[in-house]
């Protein structure tokens, strides 16, 4: 009898955090390692949201609370639905978890059957189709194209509609390609979504806060309201506040999905952290006019490294909407052969060598389910992304 479940076959370790850790571990061992693996601000998390952590510890706010938030989380969230997004919630209607992945893992275990289908568009976050395998439900991949800019079509999404779907995932701005849709181009979607009422959607919108050139964040429930009943609106703190360590991610929806949700959380983890929770107050009910500062920033190493990628022989990179992230493709790399003679057959082969060869750690595209392509995540110091850009233009022009 196998000592492990069949349930863990089905998944493979993150390869995101795979490379964070191989970066962390090289640079450790005293190797000049640049990591633009990392989904993560490099930015630290704002005074006033620690100063509300340090005080929560000191008012002995360390106990367990609630298992899916404390109602001042609770209400916080509902007014930052209200405020940002037009989105009218109840505290009933809130779950609160460790993290974003807390939230969307729920969410699938609460609600998948065996032959139960998601769709996922492609290039998707590496956690999607696993935590749906896990869940014992099957990912159905629906492929976008770099000439769409990353972004499905509605034809698309309607022909992978079955009787079996129970979820639709949306991720905007996306990771890992920071594709933004539109007003116009989620309406057209949410319109497809709307001649199928057996369909939920589950929106990731974990970047919303970091949108570039005037482009408009939207979120499917607001666009059609039609859509309401069957949506859970996930969000969290992680990334507008730079606040991944602290693990707090959220969701809003129908009241039962948001029980069964909780029932789950109840026998996994409890509460999250109770600490966290009251620093999510203060960073949701507190100023927020630093978002803004930093999207700034972010914008500006986004073209840095665009116009980095772009000047690399072999590689195009489309200039995305929001996000922190980009998808260069390496279609001119592959065939080809590395400086130190490593063939590049697929995109991992071309991150391997990379960070072999250059001391550059990206994500290969394979793990976000489109080839040949690699993410970089540039939320780090303009300099070394400069040196980043610099080591990849090396790198390609080495290729023969
Ligand atoms: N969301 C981040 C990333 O894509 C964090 C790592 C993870 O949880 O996958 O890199």
């Known amino acids: 009898m196998p000592f492990l479940s069949d349930a863990l076959d089905r998944v493979s370790p993150s390869p995101t955090i795979a490379v964070t850790q191989k970066a962390m571990d090289l640079k450790a061992a005293g ?4 990591g633009l693996g990392a989904g993560e601000p490099d930015f630290d998390t704002p005074d006033n949201i620690k100063a509300a952590a340090i005080a929560a510890i000191e008012a002995g706010k360390t106990k367990y609370t609630a298992v899916d938030g404390i109602p001042e989380v609770k209400q916080a969230i509902c007014d930052k639905f209200k405020r940002d997004n037009g989105l009218d919630y ?28 998601v769709i996922i568009p492609a290039p998707y976050w590496v956690s999607y189709p696993d935590m749906v395998k896990l869940a014992g439900g099957t990912p159905v991949i629906v492929e976008t194209t770099i000439e769409n800019g990353f972004r499905l ?12 779907t129970k979820w639709f995932i949306f991720n905007s701005p996306s990771n890992p390609t920071g594709a933004g849709y539109g007003h116009n181009q989620l309406k057209a979607l949410t319109d497809v979504l709307l001649r199928h009422p057996h369909v939920w959607v589950m929106t990731d919108d974990m970047y919303e806060h970091l949108a570039f050139d005037g482009f408009q964040f939207c979120t499917p429930a607001q666009v059609e309201p039609g859509l309401y009943d069957r949506t859970l ?35 996994s983890t ?131």
């Not at 079509?153 to 079996?164: F, Q, S, V």
């Not at 703190?237 to 959220?250: D, Q």
């Open 90 to 117: 109840s505290p009933s209607q809130v779950s609160v978890s460790t993290g974003g992945k807390q939230v969307l893992f729920n969410a699938l275990m609460a609600t998948l059957n065996p032959g139960d289908e």
């Open 233 to 267: 609106t996930v969000n969290g703190v992680s990334k507008a506040y730079a606040m991944t360590g602290w693990r707090i991610g959220y969701a809003a929806g129908p009241e039962p999905l948001i029980k069964a949700m909780r029932k789950l959380q109840s026998q």
């Open 153 to 164: 079509t509605p034809e698309a999404l309607d022909a992978a509609i079955t009787p079996n």
């Open 270 to 400: 409890s509460n999250p952290c109770s600490i966290s929770q009251w620093a999510t107050v203060e960073a949701l009910t507190g100023p927020q006019d630093y978002l803004q500062t930093r999207c700034d920033a972010f914008r500006t190493r986004r073209d840095l490294v665009v116009a980095g990628l772009n000047a690399a022989e072999g590689i195009t990179c489309a200039v995305p909407e929001g996000a922190f992230y980009v998808y260069p493709s390496i279609a001119g790399c592959i065939g080809k052969t590395s400086a130190e003679g490593t063939k590049i057959d697929s995109d991992e082969d071309f991150a391997n060598a990379l960070l072999e060869e250059q001391g550059v750690a990206v994500v290969f595209g394979a793990a976000f389910g489109l080839s040949p392509y690699f993410r970089v995540s540039y939320a780090t110091a303009d300099a070394v992304l400069e040196e980043a850009c610099r080591r990849i233009q090396t790198f390609c022009a080495g290729l023969r």
């Open 31 to 34: 190797k000049d390692v640049i």
